[in-house]
Structure formats: C-alpha cells, structure tokens
T-cell receptor, first 114, second 114 residues
Framework: SQQGEEDPQALSIQEGENATMNCSYKTSINNLQWYRQNSGRGLVHLILIRSNEREKHSGRLRVTLDTSKKSSSLLITASRAADTASYFCATDDPRGSTLGRLYFGRGTQLTVWP | DAGVIQSPRHEVTEMGQEVTLRCKPISGHDYLFWYRQTMMRGLELLIYFNNNVPIDDSGMPEDRFSAKMPNASFSTLKIQPSEPRDSAVYFC????????????FGPGTRLTVL
C-alpha cells in the first residue's frame, strides 16, 4: 500500500530546540501533506507540498520533499510546549481507482518540555 | 463555516447494540471520509464518498459496518451489532477536491462498547 511511515515514532525535546520528523512512502505521488493532531482532537492540516516542489515554508514549519528517495521531512524550528502533538504525513496515489483518498502514516508523537 | 460536525462526541454502549454515528461535512465539499483511530492500528480509512456515492469501502471491517450518504450535507456510519473491539475514535473528514486538497477533520466520536 501507499501508506507513509513516519520516523521516529516518538520525539522528546526541550522548548527552543528544533524538531525534525521524517516520512517515507512507497509509490509515486502528486502531493504530500502534513497534519497535526492534538490529544483528543481531530487532525488539522499543516502544509501541502507538491511533487514538483522540493521545499516549502510556513511560519516555523519547513517541509522538504525528495521524490527520488520517496521521503519527506518536517522541521519545526524554535519549538514550543504548545507544539506537543502527533504529526502525520499523508500521501495520495495518482494511480487508478484510489483517486481521491489520502494514505496516512502512524504518526510521530512530539513532546516539547518547557 | 462551522467546520465538519460530528455527533455524538462520546458514545458508550453495550455489546450487541446498534450504534449510529453522524457527520455533517463542510458545505460545498464533494468528498467525505470516515476514519477509525486506535492505538493498535492507527488511523484507518473505512469508506469514502464522492458526490454522495461510495467510492471505496474496502476498509469497512465487516458486514456489521455500513455507511450512507443520503445527501450532500449528511452521512451516517452504523455498527450493528456492536462489539468491544469496535471501541475507537471515529473521524469524519471532508474535502473539496479529493486528494489534491486539504482534508478537514471533525472532532471525532469516541465510541466505547462494553
């Protein structure tokens, strides 16, 4: 399946440090998205990067995409305690019958200590 | 816009009972997705609709699960009869244009089957 896999499964850092999470996937994509989930809440979209893009920024977020390695990374700079959440990557699959759906990974649990 | 609305937010029921979860997508969104999230299995796609038509229900665990979308503003996920292993958080999400766009998640329904 196309399901992405995040690495690491869990990450624990101090406020002010940078947090880097990685995602690998298996087949070609049109785009890759990152989502965030606070405890007890639904997922919230953070950023989308298209297959012809290599890097994208949004505030303290920086996403890179390497289609040759089928991998992406999400960097959160100057982390805050409020960044504590689970982070998921999601990919599409441009082939045939699965058009319309996203494939989510298992997520990285980020804990930022004050 | 109020976002994706799900009801109930919490449901506790006894094994064998029928459970109906409800979702109102964001107005104008053509795609609606039902997910289930557990610690063991992560986020699983159960079924998704495009313009009220089920596109892929391969994630529905078994015949006890059924989903309908009678119109563009309402969908239900029904479990009959419910079993303890169905305990999970069920999310509904909608998107305007499928996998090329952001998915907007509802707050989820936490289901506990005793």
């Amino acid at each position: 399946s196309q399901q992405g896999e995040e690495d690491p499964q869990a990450l624990s850092i101090q406020e002010g440090e940078n947090a880097t999470m990685n995602c690998s996937y298996k087949t070609s994509i049109n785009n890759l998205q990152w989502y965030r989930q606070n405890s007890g809440r639904g997922l919230v979209h953070l950023i989308l990067i298209r297959s012809n893009e290599r890097e994208k920024h949004s505030g303290r977020l920086r996403v890179t995409l390497d289609t040759s390695k089928k991998s992406s990374s999400l960097l959160i700079t100057a982390s805050r305690a409020a960044d504590t959440a689970s982070y998921f990557c999601a990919t599409d699959d441009p082939r045939g019958s699965t058009l319309g759906r996203l494939y989510f990974g298992r997520g990285t649990q980020l804990t930022v200590w004050p | 816009d109020a976002g994706v609305i799900q009801s109930p937010r919490h449901e506790v029921t006894e094994m064998g009972q029928e459970v109906t979860l409800r979702c109102k997508p964001i107005s104008g969104h053509d795609y609606l997705f039902w997910y289930r999230q557990t610690m063991m299995r992560g986020l699983e796609l159960l079924i998704y609709f495009n313009n009220n038509v089920p596109i892929d229900d391969s994630g529905m665990p078994e015949d006890r699960f059924s989903a309908k979308m009678p119109n563009a503003s309402f969908s239900t996920l029904k479990i009959q009869p419910s079993e303890p292993r169905d305990s999970a958080v069920y999310f509904c999400a909608s998107t305007p244009a499928g996998s090329t766009d952001t998915q907007y998640f509802g707050p989820g329904t936490r289901l506990t089957v005793l």
